[in-house]
Structures are given as C-alpha cells and as structure tokens.
C-alpha cells in the first residue's frame, strides 16, 4: 500500500484531470471536436482493475477482442497484425530492478501470442537509443510541476518529437495536442492554466500512449527530533530549508549505544564523530 497507481499524467494534484470534463474544459475541447477520441467528452478514463492476484483473465480477453476488431488474429499460436505480421516488442531497459516488474508483463503479452522481448543495455547505448528513439517500448517519467509551462513543448509538441535532446519520447505529432499545449503555455490565470492542464491531461489519457505504472504521495524522511518544522508545510515540497534546530534540546549524538558506553567511562563523544567514522 505504499505506492498509489498512476491514473493521470499530473497525478496527486489540482491539475489532474477526472470525471468528466466541466464547462470551461469543454470550451477548450469542443472545437478539437474530431481530432480527439470521442471518449474524451463522454466517458471518465478509467485504468483496468483487478484483484492482484495474477488472475487477468477478463482483461485478457476484452485486450484480444480489441485486437481481433483491428484486423489482428492468432495463427499457431503466434498473434499477427493486419498485414500478417508476427507481433513482437522489444522493451529497452538500463534498470536491473525493473526486470521483476517486466516479466509478468512479458507473461501477460505471450498468453495473447504476442512476443516481448526485454534488452537490458548499459548507460552510453541507451542514451544513444533514447536519443535516436531507436526503441519500442522503455520506462520513464514526466517530471511536473504545481505550474506547467514551456517545458510542456519538450514533453507533447509536435516541434519536439524529432529533436534527440527533448523528451517526447512518446513521438507524439498531433495538431490537437499542440494546440492545448499552446493554450496552457498561453494562460493568464491560474483558473485558465488548471483548465488547459485538465483538458491536455484527458485527451493524452484517452490516446493511450503510456502504460500508467504508480508514484508515491509521500516523503520518506528520518530526522532527529532537535529539529522543528512550521506546522503549515508546502502540499508539493519537504520543505527542508524552512526547518531549524530547537533551541532547548542537546545535540544529540549518532549513536546511543556508544555514547552510553562513552558516558560511563568517563569520555566525551563529539556529536558528529560516530558518524564521521561511518
């Protein structure tokens, strides 16, 4: 329960987009009306739900009547594309850690015929990779912000999505994203940047161009109870360099135990010499 799957690309904020979309967003949307998934302006994005138990079998067959709709099929046991195709992928990876969370999914993919195959390269070739977007699929992140602005161009905008140093990584060229990502950077107010975020947010959900994975909603922190904090702290923010030591509370030393033992024989132990050695 520590991590909380992602269900927006501006997750556990004001910004995210839900429900349905209100009457400013729909101002925004409405002349992209055609150029975006119908959904956008009659169903909630909702992910697929199920038990956690490994059992996905509902998914499963919803994902192949899907593909079987597009022209696709299975033939020995190998799924095909429209044009006849065996279906393979090839996921590229720098993480070792992320392997375990790859191979059910790699499982998942081959009970519906299709092949994944995960390519772990060093540091420099995957740079080279990502740079060159020479991948089918990889796992990363867009880093956002209580106040998105011009990075979004680096992120959606058709003017990115060949550029090596950016990170659309998506590729993703569409006239009705541009025009939103335009929209948010044009903003005067904050009610109208919440408004364009939300309708950028939806229409890149129901494009369906990530697989959402999960964040975490909070700050793992050890501190020393010398320190305080301001009872309000920032929603988004740890707020470290608001903190400061009490006044009224001795310094305390890295290690109790040697201090004990340094306390009954007599010795002074510095606070910061256990660590030092450390």
């Given at each position: 329960?520590?991590y909380?799957r992602?269900?927006?690309?501006?997750?556990?904020?004001?910004l995210?987009?839900?429900?349905?979309?209100?009457?400013?967003?729909?101002?925004v949307?409405?002349?992209l009306?055609g150029?975006?998934?119908d959904?956008v302006?009659?169903?909630?994005f909702e992910?697929p739900?199920?038990?956690g138990?490994?059992?996905?079998?509902e998914q499963?067959?919803?994902?192949?009547?899907?593909?079987?709709?597009a022209?696709?099929?299975?033939?020995n046991?190998?799924?095909?594309?429209?044009?006849?195709?065996?279906?393979?992928?090839?996921?590229?990876?720098v993480?070792?850690?992320?392997?375990?969370?790859?191979?059910p999914?790699?499982r998942n993919?081959?009970?519906?015929?299709?092949e994944?195959e995960?390519?772990r390269v060093?540091v420099?070739?995957y740079i080279n990779r990502l740079?060159?977007?020479d991948?089918?699929?990889?796992?990363s992140?867009f880093?956002?912000s209580n106040?998105?602005?011009?990075?979004q161009?680096e992120?959606?905008?058709?003017?990115?999505?060949?550029?090596?140093?950016?990170?659309n990584f998506?590729?993703?060229?569409?006239p009705?994203?541009?025009?939103?990502?335009?929209?948010?950077?044009g903003a005067d107010?904050?009610?109208e940047?919440i408004t364009?975020?939300r309708?950028l947010?939806?229409?890149?959900?129901w494009?369906?161009y990530?697989?959402?994975?999960?964040?975490i909603k909070?700050?793992?922190?050890a501190?020393w109870?010398?320190?305080a904090?301001p009872e309000v702290?920032p929603?988004q923010?740890?707020?470290?360099?608001t903190?400061?030591r009490?006044?009224?509370v001795?310094?305390?030393?890295a290690?109790p135990v040697e201090a004990?033992k340094?306390?009954?024989?007599?010795?002074?132990?510095?606070a910061?010499?256990?660590?030092?050695?450390?």
């Open positions: 329960g520590a909380t992602t269900r927006s690309y501006f997750d556990n904020s004001e995210a987009s839900s429900g349905l979309p209100n009457d400013d967003e729909l101002k949307l409405e002349p009306r150029k975006i998934p959904e302006f009659d169903k909630p992910l739900r199920t038990e138990n490994g059992v996905i079998r499963q067959r919803k994902a192949y009547r899907l593909l079987t709709e022209g696709w099929k299975v033939e046991d190998r799924m095909l594309d429209a044009a006849g195709k065996p279906v393979k992928l090839e996921f590229l990876l993480q070792a850690e992320f392997e375990r969370v790859l191979l999914y790699k993919l081959a009970d519906l015929g299709i994944l995960i390519r060093d420099s070739q740079r060159s977007r991948y089918d699929m990889i796992v992140g880093g956002q106040s998105p602005g011009n990075e161009r992120y959606w905008h058709s003017a990115s999505a060949d550029n090596p140093g950016s990170r998506i590729g993703l060229k569409d009705a994203v541009d025009s939103l990502v335009e929209g948010l950077i107010s904050r009610k940047l364009y975020t309708a947010d939806r229409v890149l959900l494009g369906h990530v697989v959402p994975n999960w964040h909070t700050w793992r922190v501190y109870n010398h320190l904090h702290t929603r923010d740890i707020g470290l360099m903190w400061w009490k006044p009224d001795k310094t305390p030393v290690d004990k340094a306390e009954e024989a007599g010795a002074a132990v510095p910061d010499s256990v660590e030092a050695e450390r």
